[in-house]
């Protein structure tokens, strides 16, 4: 079966929350790469081709080279990203992967001593808005 409903097309008032949600992180303490690789991680671990995708190609508008996005899955085995960066992957593993243990406490603590609030929640808002994405992308088989 090909692409389903199109959701923007058929109902555009359903998207109006998740576009504040994106106008929130343009807005928040986090840089372009940053939500780039929240964006692509949290997009890799659900399988979400479409979004692979479109956040490869914004990644790499923003500076983020082919050998870290290529690196990306394997990032805990990788020394190309800095404790900052590895700090945010966590945290964003953790939330997609949420039915495993959630956020835990080790990582936030963590988190605690690399970021600020304002920024902790910028990748806590990140990752929820991108696994919300990659569920519209993937139900609704979008191309």
């Known amino acids: 079966m090909g692409q389903r409903v199109n959701i923007y097309q058929s109902e555009p ?5 998740m576009f504040a949600l994106e106008q929130f992180l343009t807005d928040s303490p986090l ?4 939500i780039s690789l929240i964006k692509m991680r949290a ?39 800095s404790k900052d ?26 988190a605690q ?3 600020d609030d304002k920024t902790i929640i910028a990748i806590i808002m990140t990752a929820t808005t991108i696994n919300a994405w990659n569920r519209i992308a993937i139900s609704t088989k979008m191309q």
């Open 113 to 115: 001593e690399v970021f």
């Open 13 to 17: 008032k359903a998207f109006e929350g």
């Open 43 to 81: 997009s890799q671990l659900n399988g979400c081709a479409y979004c692979i995708n479109m956040h490869t190609e914004e990644a790499l508008k923003a500076g983020e080279t082919h050998q870290r996005l290529h690196m990306l899955n394997a990032w805990k085995e990788s020394s190309l990203f």
């Open 31 to 34: 840089n372009k790469k940053q």
């Open 85 to 110: 960066e590895e700090v945010l992957l966590k945290i964003t593993e953790e939330i997609t992967l949420i039915n495993q243990n959630g956020l835990s406490d080790k990582t936030y603590q963590h």
